[in-house]
């Protein structure tokens, strides 16, 4: 299922990054990121197992070999900020 990722810190995780769980298990994959210039964080979408797509699960992006802790969020990242008139 296709979710929000929030890496923890500062470090953008980019497409193609492999999700894993606590456990090391595959969980998903990124297919974008980047910094988020709304959110004033890195932030990320992809897609993971339906069994760990609920907000607040801990994942793990493997980037360059360094796992960075990641959290499910819902999309989208911000509010919209219109109304309908």
């Known amino acids: ?21 606590a456990g ?4 998903g994959h990124v297919t974008s990121g980047g910094f988020g210039p709304s959110t004033g964080h890195p932030v990320a ?12 699960t801990k994942l793990f992006a493997d980037v360059r070999g360094t796992k960075i802790p990641i959290d499910v969020t819902s999309l989208p990242f911000t509010p919209h900020r219109y109304r309908k008139g």
């Open 45 to 56: 979408m992809g897609y993971v197992n339906i069994a760990l797509a609920k907000a607040g």
């Open 24 to 27: 090391g298990n595959p969980a």
């Open 1 to 21: 299922q296709r979710v929000g990722l929030k890496p923890d810190g500062r470090q953008p995780v980019r497409a193609g990054a492999t999700l894993v769980d």
